[in-house]
């Protein structure tokens, strides 16, 4: 089983650069996120889709864009990365609605991202 | 804003002793979901336990159980007969039973290490 899969799980940038994180599911859910990990501060929520054709922003979404490309995928764009980017990067997904809405979050394997 | 907290950055035991770590939260919500999810060195998020608020009765799965004290919003968790597997940071995470809410809110983490 699949779950959820990020790549690419390491990157290296410059300062300026853009880059693209991708993530996708094939356990059907409606609801995909995009945490940032730092040490000290726990998993901080960068932006949200809660289903198809709609994005939201989180607690810390400066910097960052996402699109929801269909139910499956879910990415998030650096356009112009700067040092304090530099983070561990989770994609997750939930159920969403209905009786089968535990409120889990079924997590990535996470991507480190190091901005120079 | 809800917020959790976990006070003990880092918690050291020998193997087969039980430990406890701490997690309070803070809610105007009446229902709610609780989690405590692990993150191993490989860096991959795991569900531990989760709790319902409206349900009294603490949550276990095998080695680990809860102690969900709802007035004082306080949800600890308990491992028992601790193993070297079980080394790893881990994260009390919070999220609403209301429509409209998606955001799982984490804690700072624990780091626990568990010593031959």
Redo the contacts between chains.
Sequence with gaps: NAGVTQTPKFQVLKTGQSMTLQCAQDMNHNSMYWYRQDPGMGLRLIYYSASEGTTDKGEVPNGYNVSRLNKREFSLRLESAAPSQTSVYFCASKRGRGLQNTGELFFGEGSRLTVL | AQT?TQSQ?EMSVQEAETVTLSCTYDTSENNY?L?WYKQPP????I?VI?QEAYKQQNATENRFSVNFQKAAKSFSLKISDSQLGDTAMY?CAF?P?IQ?A???V????TRLTINP
């Design positions: 959790v950055p979901y989690f490989s860096r991959q998020m569900l989760r994260f999220r039973i409209g998606q955001k799982l984490f804690g700072q983490g």
